[in-house]
């Protein structure tokens, strides 16, 4: 039989329509136009895994909320280093999101993001404690100079009315508050920027299309198999740059991909889901975010929240996420997806990052085995007078944790993002869960830094780096005056709430 497969040429090739893949392409097409772009996606709709609304928590990560990225160091101090950058790639992406309004690439601003504060409460005598430990370390900062702290009850039921309700006035509480904080709809802002992509010149976006097999050539470029879902055409892309942003199905593509900087690397698969408000009066009384502490042992993902939210144009109120254990890498992935992802370079890593995280095992299990009135009971502890009728499971999106080797460890278990590079600079991947779609710009202006070096370094693309983000290669946190204009700034175009 003859031969059918399609065969193409383009200068870059990027697997998954997520918020990643979005952003690089915009950030490439603007440092040169003429580059050609290949799109290819295994669903039939852009943004349908980590990007969905469903499927993230919709916080615009900026650490003023989230505890997480505030750990407590053993000897009780507090290391703010992770907030404060953080925050700083936020106000990264605040930048390039006004960019593209001011550009009229995409329109509509309030369609994807809007204003709402970032809280953050607990109780207890040494939560309590905590917290006013990370007030004092983060409001210094010009970052976090507007961080208001509070134990008066008064003052936290003003802030918090639907956590604070039918609460002991003599209970040990605090809280603290960000009016700037904000709501992201990833998945409106990733089908945004890729109907404007996807309308440039030498951008081709290929849904139902799934990638096969990836082969460095010995030019140094690349050789990928596809299959076009739907009539099951066959294709091989050459190409000089890969860039792989599938979500959880980046590490069976990386480890496709045969390269000496992915050995060793693993994966623990994470599910999610949300218990969401149905009756109307519940979900007016509640116009924050507030995010609580952390199970012990519990993966970044899990950590509490309250969430007030804008998804499809309606108000919507979730509480979770809940965690739970699937094999599947993705929410419509596949249940052999870890026992695939097992090699012989990466096995004794996750046998010993699953060893040390006993705690994790042992916390998913617990989550597996709960029961709806445990999860109604848990959401009690942030909605005192919460009533199971008023809620619905929700199933939320599907996160894969990384493991890596290390030298000292044997092998390690990673919480955040990662970002993976050949020393050639021809493939790049990203692995791991949060804050990544909030810090997608900033983690792409890296990846562009490292994989397009020379071109990088030009005045050229210099200057067009200054026109999408124009603190580039500056920091906000020490210079008050820029970031109060560029917050300004950003707020107006926006659309968002001084």
Not at 91 to 101: C, D, I, N, T
Not at 296 to 318: C, F, Q, T, Y
């Amino acid at each position: 039989m003859p031969d059918t497969t399609i065969r193409s040429n383009t200068d870059v090739v990027l697997i998954g329509a997520g918020i990643m893949s979005a952003t690089l392409g915009l950030i490439l097409k603007e440092l040169q136009p003429d580059i050609k772009i290949e799109i290819f996606e295994r669903l039939d709709i852009a943004a349908a895994e980590s990007s969905d609304a469903w499927n993230n928590a919709g916080t615009g990560h900026s650490a003023f909320c989230e505890l997480n990225y505030t750990p407590q160091k053993e000897d009780g101090s507090i290391d703010p280093k992770k907030a404060i950058s953080i925050a700083e790639s936020f106000e990264v992406s605040r930048q390039f999101w006004a960019y593209l309004v001011n550009q009229k690439y995409m329109d509509s601003p309030e369609k994807f993001i809007k204003s709402i504060p970032h809280m953050s409460f607990v109780w207890g005598d040494k939560n309590v404690d905590y917290l006013k430990k990370r007030f004092d370390v983060l409001q210094p900062n010009a970052l976090f100079k507007d961080m208001q702290f509070s134990t008066d009850f008064s003052k936290l039921k003003e802030w918090m009315p639907l956590v604070m309700e039918s609460r002991k006035e003599s209970g040990k509480y605090a809280g603290t508050t960000m009016a700037i904080g904000t709501d992201v709809n990833f998945g409106e802002l990733t089908r945004g920027m890729f109907k404007h992509l996807s309308q440039l010149k030498g951008v081709t976006l290929n849904f139902n299309h799934q990638v096969r097999k990836l082969k460095k050539l010995e030019d140094g470029s690349w050789r990928i198999k596809i299959k076009d879902l739907v009539n099951g055409q066959k294709r091989k892309v050459y190409t000089k740059f890969v860039f792989i942003g599938a979500g959880g199905g980046s590490l069976p593509l990386l480890e496709k991909a045969n390269v000496p900087e992915g050995k060793g690397y693993g994966g623990f698969p994470v599910s999610g889901q949300w218990l969401k408000c149905t009756n109307p009066a519940v979900i007016a009384k509640h116009e924050a975010k507030v995010y609580g502490k952390a199970s012990v042992g519990a993966p970044p993902m899990s950590v509490p929240h309250i969430d007030s939210r804008m998804i499809n144009g309606e108000k919507a109120l979730l509480f979770g996420p809940f965690a739970g254990f699937s094999t599947r890498f993705l929410k419509n992935g596949k249940y052999s997806d870890l026992p695939f992802s097992i090699k012989t370079d990466n096995v004794v890593p996750m046998l010993i990052a699953g060893y040390k995280n006993l705690p994790l095992t042992k916390y998913l299990i617990e989550q597996v085995r709960q029961s709806p009135k445990d999860r109604i009971n848990a959401l009690k502890e942030y909605v005192p007078k919460a009533v199971a009728k008023d809620w619905v499971l929700e199933r939320a999106g599907q996160r894969v944790q990384v493991i890596k080797k290390d030298e000292k460890e044997g092998g390690i278990l990673e919480f955040g993002t990662e970002m993976i590079t050949t020393a050639d600079g021809s493939l790049a991947v990203l692995l791991g869960a949060s804050p990544g779609a909030s810090t997608a710009v900033s983690i792409m202006v890296e990846l562009v830094a490292k994989c397009f070096e020379e071109e990088s370094k030009s005045v050229e693309w210099q200057e067009r780096f200054k026109a999408m983000i124009p603190s580039f290669g500056q920091t906000l946190n020490d210079k008050p005056e820029l970031l109060a204009e560029i917050r300004k700034n950003t707020s107006t175009v926006l659309k968002l709430e001084e």
